[in-house]
C-alpha cells in the first residue's frame, strides 16, 4: 500500500478519536507525506513522535499496535502466572488516553495491568514492575520534549528498558498487525470490574518512597534542614513524589513555583520543559531571588531528570549542568561514606560514553570502579542486574549520564529525579553547613581532578527531509574527515562498528590534538 492508499485508508477508518479526523480532512500532499512516510521506529526506547494523525505520529492506533505487538510477546514467553503488566503516564497530552488504552488492550489478550490512578514519575514504573513481579512495564511519556510530543516506553521484567533482542522481535510482531483489524480491544471500564485491570495501591507508592529514603548518604547526622528551596515539577509528574520525600527525610522549607505546579501537557510557562534549558528555569531562578533561596531544584516533566540552580558569589542563581551536579554528587556519596565508615569494599559507578571523564578521575581517588557504556540509562541499568547476578562482592554507588539522569540504588533500573533530589538536597545541605557553595565545591574538584569543560548543542531535524538530513550528517562523520573546522582529528571511534564490547550504536567520537594536547569530542 502506498502512502496515499495508507491516507485514504486512514480517513475511513480512523474514526474512535474525534479530534483526529479533521487533521486527516485538512491534510495536503506535504502534510500527507510526513504523517505517512513510515511507521513510528518502535526500539529499545520504545515509541516516540509527535501527536496526531498517521502512522509517524503518536495516537491511540499506533499505541494500539505496539501494545498488540508486546503483548503477543508476552504471551509467546511468559508462563499465564507471570503475564502482568505495569502501567504508568505523565502529565503530557492524551498520556492519560493512552495509558488507558494500553491497558485496555494488554487486559483484552489475557495479561493482568496494574495501572497507576493517576500521573506519576518513569521511576515508579520500574519500580512497581519489579515489586509486582510483571512481565513487563509500560510508561507514556516523551520526556522533556516539547509539548507536542509523547511516547511509549517498554520496560523488561527486571525494571530496565527492554533488550535490543526484544525489541527487535516485538518490531517484528508489530509490523504484521494492522492497526484497525488485527488488535483485541476491550472496554477500560469493564475490564476494570472484571479485575483484569486494578490500580495499583497506595502502599506500593508508600515503599518506593520509603526505598529512597534507605538511599539517604547522610542517614541521621546532624545538618542545618532548613536550607530554602525553590522546586519547580515543570508542570510535570514530579509534585507530589518530590515535596513528599523532602518533607519526610526533614527538608520542608520548600517553596514550589505556583505557575508550574499542576499538571499541563501544553507546558504553557516554559514551551521546552526541558532542566537543561535556563528558559525552562527561569520562573523558579526568579521566585529564588525574589524568597533569597538557597538551591532550585527542577524536574522534568516524567521527573526522571532534575536540574539545579545555585548562587553564586555575587548571589547570582547559576545552572550547573548534568557533568557537573554528576561529579559532585560521585565526591559527595564517596567523600561522606568514608567519612561514616560506610563506603563498600568493591565499589563501581556507571556512567555514559558522552559523560564527562572526570567522573573517571574522582572515582580513581576514591578506588570506586568506572564503567563506561552507550548512550541511554538502560545501558546503566544492565550494568547494576549484570553485576547483581554475576559480581555480587560488588557494590553500586552511582549511576548518572550528563543529561541530568542519576541513581544512587537499585531498587529501579532507571533514573530517578526522586531519588537525586534528596540527594542533591543532602549534598547542598551538608556542604553549607561547612560554609562551602556548591559552585566552591565544583572548583576545589577542578583543582584537585583536572579541569573539564563540557557543552551540548541541540539541532532539531522535522519530518522525513529531517530524517534523511541526519542520516546524511552521520555518513559525512564516518568517511574519511581528518578535522573538524581547526581542530585536527587524532583519532575517531565509529561505534557503529562495535568498540571496547559496547553494542553497536550509531554514534561516532572524535580526538582532538590541540596545542599538544587531546580534546575529546563525542
Known sequence: MNIKETYELWKKCAVDDADLIPELNKMND????????RYLAFGTAGLRGVIGAGTNRMNIYIIRKATQGVANYINRHFKEEDRKVAIGYD????????????????AANGIKVYIYRELMPVPFVSFATRELKCAAGVMVTASHNPSKYNGYKVYGPDGCQITSEAAAEITNEIANIDEFNGVLRGNFENLMDSGMISYISEDLITNFIETVKKQSVLGD??????????YSPLHGAGLKPVTRILKETGFSNVVVV???????GNFTTCPFPNPEIREAMQLGIEYAQRINADLLLATDPDCDRVGIAVKDKDGEFKLLNGNQTGSLLLDFICSVRKENGTFPKQPYFVKTIVTTDMAEAIGNYYGAKCYNVLTGFKYIGDVIANN?????EMTYILGFEESYGYLSGTYVRDKDAVDASLLIVEMFAY???QNISLIDKLNSLYEKFGYYLSTLDNYQFEGSAGFKKMQDIMKVFKEDVTSLGEYKISQKLDYSKGV???????????????????????
Open 30 to 37: 506535504a502534510d500527507i507525506e510526513d504523517a505517512f512516510y
Open 91 to 106: 502529565s503530557r497530552i492524551k498520556s492519560d488516553v493512552f495509558a488507558k488504552a494500553t491497558a485496555s488492550i494488554f
Open 221 to 230: 547526622a546532624k545538618v542545618n534542614k532548613d536550607i530554602a528551596i525553590v
Open 258 to 264: 505556583k505557575e508550574q505546579e499542576q499538571p499541563d
Open 388 to 392: 547483581l547476578e554475576n559480581r555480587p
Open 431 to 433: 556542604y553549607k553547613n
Open 500 to 522: 571496547n564490547g559496547l553494542p553497536k550504536s550509531d554514534v561516532v567520537e572524535f580526538d582532538f590534538t590541540v596545542d599538544n594536547k587531546d580534546d575529546k569530542l563525542a
